[in-house]
């Protein structure tokens, strides 16, 4: 919508997963003259994030409910209904928004709510490949659900106004990801300019199965002159992997181990190749800057979404794939130190990669949204 200024609302809340994608389409749809507003907790990420970004979060309270404790959906439904109102006062005083957009979880609830009511129109993005229950519910009235990857539409079919109500859009990653560069990567990390660098990783976490597996491989690594690793551990597994690898003075200056990375953009930017879980925030950056991959997905995800995550990648030739419980054995460690000596066939994966076209997930999902309000 050329010229034309929106009032957007957003729902997003909980776990980064829901948020830093939702945050990539605000800073899109602010780029392109539009005003967004967040409705959330205050007491949750988003009471965080959404303020450091520099957007406006209005507070609002909502719970989940157990399943296993059927009884706490009556509380879950008050807490909804005085989230609503409270979201129609804001309606009220500061003006209704052309188009809502939800990323899933209980928080979204209460802002569609309320705009459909309104006749608001309002879009769903849901970033995993098995859906959550919010989206589901809220599939009917949608003007559109976005999916990140292919396989979450069967979970829409039948749920939606058409068929060509169901969008696949890409999983939308922030521009301080996206404009890293392996310049800047490889001084952030001390990484020489002609070295190899494996980046370790397993979500905010950690991944103690990976982190085994990888501290194994540690002579057969460092056996490689060129080889500098950058391991992020998860915060509460951090000294037990330090003990476990035991590096030298000599081998610290290319074995570099951190219980957390809050720059990704530039660690994701500065390596050759990567070795993580299969969660649907790192499956979009690592395809978003087009790297290498040997992903292993976590085995107790609900509905294994994150081996489905993983087949985006692998099945595009971008990335291989390790069941968590193969990664013991020696297929991984040939796969992984056959590539880290192969340039060729890591240039490759990278084409694979930019292929998918990832990194323009956030524009694609804010041409939706503009449609969305249009009609």
Not at 184 to 193: V, Y
Request: charged share 20%.
């Amino acid at each position: 919508m050329a010229g034309t200024s929106l009032e957007v609302a957003i729902a997003a809340g909980g776990t980064a997963g829901h948020i830093n994608p939702a945050l990539a389409l605000a800073e899109e749809l602010f780029s392109r003259g539009h005003h967004v507003r967040f409705f959330g907790q205050s007491a949750k990420l988003e009471g965080t994030l959404v303020p450091q970004a520099g957007f406006v979060l209005e507070p609002i309270h909502v719970t989940g409910f157990d399943r296993s404790r059927p009884w706490t959906l009556v509380s879950a439904l008050v807490r909804e209904r005085k989230a609503s109102a409270r979201v129609g006062e804001v309606f009220a005083e500061k003006g209704a928004p052309d188009v809502a957009v939800g990323f899933g979880a209980y928080v979204e609830l209460p802002l569609m709510d309320r705009c459909r009511k309104r006749r608001i129109p309002y879009v769903l993005h849901e970033q995993n490949s098995v859906p959550g229950l919010a989206n589901k519910t809220l599939a009917s009235n949608a003007r559109y659900v976005c999916v990140s990857l292919p396989q979450a539409r069967a979970a829409f079919e039948g749920r939606v106004q058409g068929e060509d109500s169901i969008v696949l859009t890409g999983n939308p990653v922030r521009r301080s990801v996206l404009s890293a560069s392996r310049k800047a990567g490889r001084a952030a990390f001390s990484i020489p300019g002609d070295a190899t660098m494996l980046l370790v990783f397993g979500g905010s976490l950690g991944a103690q199965h990976v982190n085994e597996a990888i501290a194994r491989l540690k002579a057969r690594l460092l056996a490689d002159p060129k080889l500098y690793v950058v391991h992020s551990t998860g915060k509460e597994l951090y000294d037990g992997v330090v003990a476990s690898l035991a590096l030298t003075d000599a081998e610290r200056e290319r074995w570099q181990v951190v219980p957390y990375i809050s720059n990704m953009g530039e660690a994701l930017a500065a390596a050759d190749l990567v070795v993580s879980r299969a969660g649907a925030s790192s499956i979009a950056e690592i395809a978003a800057l087009a790297v290498p991959s040997v992903l292993v997905p976590y085995p107790l995800a609900t509905g294994d979404h994150q081996t489905t995550n993983a087949h985006y990648l692998a099945d595009a030739g971008a990335a291989t794939l390790f069941a968590d419980g193969a990664i013991d054995g020696g297929a991984f460690a040939d796969d992984l130190l056959a590539l880290v000596g192969d340039a060729g066939r890591r240039e490759r994966m990278r084409a694979c990669a930019r292929g998918l076209g990832q990194d323009q997930a956030a524009a694609k999902l804010a041409d939706v949204v503009e449609r969305a309000a249009a009609r």
